[in-house]
């Protein structure tokens, strides 16, 4: 089993910005993508961006391009979301989730899907105030 859990949300103004994070713990042997997705009140669940843990390679959702940066911290089983110049918009329960082993190419979108992710954590919300 493998325990995912986030913070660093809260609210903030318009134009400011967040570093969320979410630390893996347990079985953190094996860890092929982590992703961010969030969950606006009465929408689903949307795709964020996520990162392939071993290369650090990345892609994220085309409406979080260029504000958006996930990283990671090897050594502590953790990844980052940099949220800058927030927007309303984005007020919403952030997700990590964890996806343990390859589904094949990393960029062809399937780690886009809530469904392809093993393992979530319990959300942090970012509320933004216009």
């Known amino acids: 089993q493998v325990q995912l859990v986030e913070s660093g949300g809260g609210l903030v103004q318009a134009g400011g910005s967040l570093r969320l994070s979410c630390a893996a713990s347990?079985?953190?042997?094996?860890?092929?993508?982590m992703g961010w997705f969030r969950q606006a009140p009465g929408k689903e669940r949307t795709f964020v961006g996520t990162?392939?843990?071993?290369?650090?390679?990345?892609y994220y959702a085309d409406s979080v391009k260029g504000r958006f940066t996930i990283s990671k911290d090897t050594a502590q089983n953790t990844v980052y979301l940099q949220i800058n110049n927030l927007e309303p918009e984005d007020t919403a329960v952030y997700y990590c989730?964890?996806?343990?082993?390859?589904?094949?190419?990393?960029?062809?979108?399937?780690?886009?899907?809530?469904?392809?992710?093993?393992?979530w954590g319990q959300g942090t919300q970012v509320t933004v105030s216009s």
């Open positions: 990162m392939a843990w071993r290369s650090g390679y990345t």
């Open positions: 989730a964890l996806r343990s082993r390859s589904l094949g190419d990393f960029y062809r979108g399937t780690y886009a899907f809530t469904g392809t992710y093993d393992y």
């Open positions: 347990g079985r953190t042997s094996s860890i092929y993508a």
